[in-house]
DNA sequence: GGTCGTAATATACGACAGGGAATAACCATT
DNA sequence: AATGGTTATTCCCTGTCGTATATTACGACC
């Protein structure tokens, strides 16, 4: 009831099954930096806002505002600075620990991808 | 309002973060292999049942049934063999292919620590 | 001083993954 | 033929997570 008997079709030389995973940083309360915060940060950078980078992301402004302020929480300086009222209403930036953060991340998560591309040889 | 202004405190000289992750084999519908699955393969092996396998992960039994379902499904050689009634009542078995699952995902997942123990220097 | 768009916060709603329970089928052993 | 523990399968229920919505506060600019 499995079918397919396998039928030595040998086309695909390293093909049927890939790695695949998650990375991130974890701080004080769990999670710190991942794919999705480091994405919020960049939209961030280029919104200007909270709310943009939300909208862009498709998230609700609630979960990008948590998420934000986690990250500000475990780092020893905030990664974004948020004004309320003012020109445009307010806004948001990326401080230069948040900018650096993002950095680092992309790096590891480059190194990580080659990581699982090497590793999926071991399942043929 | 975010307190503690760093204090210039710099015991713990590669102390805060630490990096994790989740690494997983992916098939044709989704995952096939990850750690969980790998436990439950284990379980099987050393109480001779998917019951028994459940049990000790403390899982219900309908989503280990599912979990074994899944990876025999996207395997060209099922990993688990299942036999109802008899003695014992029945019981589930590993073959040589989910042994070699076991095998080669555990060294992944240990190449996995030492990559993330290497790339966690990138968050001091 | 009114305006405007954002930050910040609270509440209610909906989707869904997983758990638990219940049931039927199975078959060597006794 | 009765037993017993397992596989296989279905249905319902609940906790959780995130979304959507609504409200208030804010302050530079016109």
Known sequence: MRGAKSKTKKACPEGGYRVRGHIWVEGAEGAFLGIGRVALLEGIRET???TGAAKRLKMSYRRAWELVES???????PLVTASTGGKGGGGAALTDAGEKAIEAFKRMDEA??????KEAKRFP
Chains 1, 2 share one sequence.
């Not at 990250?71 to 300086?77: A, D, L, Y």
């Not at 990580?112 to 591309?117: A, M, Y």
């Open 48 to 50: 200007g806002s909270i």
């Open 71 to 77: 990250m500000n929480r475990q780092s020893p300086e």
């Open 112 to 117: 990580f991808g080659k990581f699982r591309e």
